[in-house]
């Protein structure tokens, strides 16, 4: 049951991201800075007027101490995940550089078995562009490239090493076929997200709760105080913005694309 939510609520945020930006960033940035903004010119009139009852010093000490921590918090999680998306990106280098290497070695084999695996090379980069990634863009991670993958094992059983050449070459490029597929794994894991839903829930809570606190503890002299409320909701927001964006690799305007493994389909290709 909690498995169950948790892919529903990575495949309603996927799709949130998914639509055109100004949606999200609307939905992120500007209405939370215009409605704190808006709640803070209130409670400052009521202020203002003297009828507003929460003035207590300690709720603005303990408000004061607690925004660093959420946004530090908020930073950190942010670092997180960049490294998450530019280690997705590394990935994908490293398996593109794998597939033009497997079709090299191959070469010192006859005919027939060079032929039969830059095909199957050719048939992992097709179904990976027109099958996985189309689903990693959906949050989905099923591994298409499972068949031909072992069907790429097959070939290479078949091949018999008659001359130490050949034998040093089909030495190297069983190891690299293992970590093509751990690639290919490493690849399909973030399309669903690098963060836990619960850890969506903190980030949401804690956010809303800092804001909350700010807005309804003013200071006795709040002539500004909608503005700083306005900016540091901006800030705030942004950060979960982005957060939201880089949390997932392959959705929204922000995602790492099947590039390189259409430009080693074409020097695969090229080198036949």
């Not at 050719?122 to 993958?149: C, H, L, N, S």
């Not at 700083?228 to 942004?238: G, P, Q, Y």
């Amino acid at each position: 049951m909690i498995f169950s939510r948790q892919i529903q609520w990575t495949l309603l945020v996927i799709k949130f991201i998914n639509l055109p930006t100004w949606i999200p960033f609307s939905a992120v940035v500007a209405i939370p800075t215009l409605t704190f903004y808006g709640l803070s010119t209130w409670v400052c009139h009521n202020q203002s007027k003297g009828i507003y009852p929460f003035t207590t010093d300690i709720g603005r000490d303990i408000i004061g101490y607690f925004i660093p921590i959420v946004g530090l918090l908020l930073v950190f999680i942010l670092l997180s995940c960049w490294e998450d998306t530019k280690n997705a990106q590394l990935d994908l280098v490293d398996e593109a550089q794998k597939l033009i290497v497997i079709s090299r070695l191959i070469e010192q084999f006859p005919f027939v078995n060079r032929q039969s695996v830059h095909d199957v090379l050719i048939e992992y980069i097709d179904i990976t562009v027109a099958k996985e990634w189309p689903a990693m863009i959906e949050g989905q991670t099923q591994p298409f490239t499972r068949p031909v993958v072992l069907k790429l094992y097959g070939i290479l059983a078949d091949i018999e090493a008659t001359t130490p050449r050949q034998v040093e070459m089909y030495g190297n490029i069983i190891p690299i076929l293992d970590k093509l597929v751990e690639l290919r794994n490493r690849r399909l894991a973030p399309a669903a997200g690098t963060l836990p839903q619960i850890m969506w829930l903190v980030i949401l809570f804690i956010s809303t709760l800092s804001m909350a606190g700010l807005v309804f503890f003013p200071p006795d002299n709040a002539d500004n105080y909608p503005a700083l409320i306005a900016i540091l909701t901006l800030i705030f927001s942004m950060l979960i913005y982005v957060i939201i964006i880089l949390q997932y690799p392959y959705s929204g305007e922000v995602r790492v694309e099947p590039t390189l493994l259409q430009q080693a389909r074409a020097i695969i290709i090229q080198e036949q």
